[in-house]
């Protein structure tokens, strides 16, 4: 498997809000801005995509689809010229409306031509490990981030991974439920084996079935959540839970830019 869907439509509500306490360029500042997360330089200066996509080429991955909306015309430009790509190739599909998750993920079918694909946020920095195991299974999966690791390796505050999805796992180590936003009762009800959900799937063709038949979450939105336990319930997909112990990065606020940006600062990208 060496296709990846990268989802990056999102408007980027969040980090376009001022934060006067928020350490960053003037040209951070001015992308984050404009809302589109993928182009915020950090590290060495390139866009915080460039890093998620190089992690994946480490991997194995060679393909990449980006979801981007009709507006996103920066994203487009960039990987067509000045990013310079030799390791990957880059096409994208154009979700018209950020109508949810799985609505984006059905946008990409066209690409994804019957294999198996990887799909990923584009505001996380997921390590090549996770997506490298990801690729080497023969079935769905997930990645299943252990809690710990994520307080004491990641940039996200550990009150915010507490809100984070949770996933429960059989004795088999195939996922059993995922729990959305879990309040302190649920956790506390819950027996292990469980792990975080940081969206890090391996999915077959059948998903995009599944993100077909589902309906609009109370959100208003076709949440691929709502599409994964479609699968299991309705297709018989299983999905394999692969522990990593490693963290990811998060970069959805602008307080979260120089702690990206210092930890990515030794990356060498070449795509």
Known sequence: ????????????????????????????????GTGVKALIPVGTGRPF????MNALADAGYRHICLVIGPEHDAVREYYDGEAGLSRLTV????????LGTANAVASAETFAAGD????????????????????????????????????????IEADR???FAVVQVDDDGYMSRIIEKPD????????????VSLNCWRFDGSIFEACRSIEKSKRGEFELP??????????????????????????????????????????????
């Open 1 to 32: 498997m060496d296709k990846a869907v990268i989802l990056a439509r999102g408007l980027g509500t969040r980090m376009r809000v001022d934060d006067d306490q928020a350490a960053m360029t003037a040209t951070q500042a001015a992308v984050a």
């Open 49 to 52: 995509l460039d890093y998620v």
């Open 91 to 98: 096409e994208y599909a154009v979700q018209a409306d950020p």
């Open 116 to 155: 198996s694909l990887l799909v990923i946020n584009s505001d996380n920095y997921y390590p090549s490990e996770a997506t490298a195991a990801l690729a080497a299974l023969s079935e769905p999966g997930l990645a299943m981030f252990d809690r710990q690791a994520m307080v004491t390796g990641s940039n």
């Open 161 to 163: 991974i507490a809100k």
């Open 184 to 195: 302190a009762a649920t956790m506390a009800s819950l027996t292990d084996p469980i792990g």
């Open 226 to 271: 709502d599409a994964v336990e479609y699968s299991m319930r309705h297709l018989g997909r299983r999905y394999r839970a692969v522990p990593v112990k490693l963290p990811v990065l998060d970069l959805s606020s602008r307080s979260d830019i120089a702690g990206v940006a210092d930890r990515l600062a030794a990356v060498e990208v070449a795509l």
